[in-house]
């Protein structure tokens, strides 16, 4: 399930204030319907996050292709510094467009800038999949059949291009045939837990319950 990727110049993602009850892409062609996705959560996770904001510099780059070297780049750094201030805490936001701006302060002809950040782009979502993966495979080598897991928020394939780190372990041990079962936080007042995990665990046929985050300390009680 890939949460956000580059198709075509558009930067395509699940809209996840639509979850659990739709699931619906949406299209974004311009850096500021990225920028109104990220404030409105639509795309959501630090992994995620890093990702959008480096696709947000090509979009921003495809927006100024036309104009002359100099507004090229200024247009480009203004871009770059609204879409960093549309999540100023998300840390992977502000990395992913950091990364992004070391090619422009190469300065490069237009042309190259551009193929240069959708690769540079492109590897970064791929990174993270792979990272994920990784996660998942030594995670699931701590987890034993007849295992109850209580996870919190959402830190799935929603949180990042795919796979997900903490439900990539879960994930993980379930294709490994483990038996495990998850208990899922609702994770008030945004409701990630119920929303999001809840929706990732029934999509991968994965045991669950969701339970009221004022019962985690009973659970875990009782073992």
Not at 43 to 61: D, F, K, N, T, W
Not at 118 to 138: Q, S, T
Not at 155 to 162: N, T
């Amino acid at each position: 399930m890939r949460t956000i990727y580059f198709d075509n110049g558009k930067v395509v993602m699940i809209d996840q204030t639509k979850l659990p009850s739709k699931l619906e892409m949406r299209q974004c062609e311009d850096v500021q319907c990225l920028i109104e996705a990220i404030k409105t959560l639509r795309v959501r996770g630090a992994p995620a996050l890093g990702v959008a904001g480096a696709y947000a510099i090509v979009l921003s780059a495809q927006a100024h292709i036309n104009d002359d070297d100099e507004a090229f780049i200024d247009g480009v750094n203004r871009d770059a510094m609204r879409v960093a201030a549309s999540r100023p805490t998300a840390v992977n936001l502000g990395w992913g467009v950091e990364s992004q701006m070391r090619i422009i302060s190469m300065r490069p002809k237009k042309e190259e800038a551009l193929r240069l950040l959708v690769e540079n782009a492109e590897r970064i979502a791929e990174m993270d999949i792979e990272n994920n993966r990784r996660i998942g495979k030594y995670g699931s080598s701590l987890i034993e059949n007849g295992d109850g897991i209580l996870t919190h928020c959402n830190a799935g394939a929603l949180a990042c291009v795919d796979y997900g780190t903490a439900l990539g372990v879960i994930r993980s041990a379930h294709e490994d045939g483990k038996r495990i079962h998850v208990y899922v936080d609702e994770t008030r007042p945004l409701c990630q837990g119920s929303r999001l995990t809840a929706w990732e665990m029934e999509n991968e046929s994965i045991p669950a319950t969701l339970i009221t985050d004022s019962m985690a300390g009973f659970l875990m009680a009782r073992g």
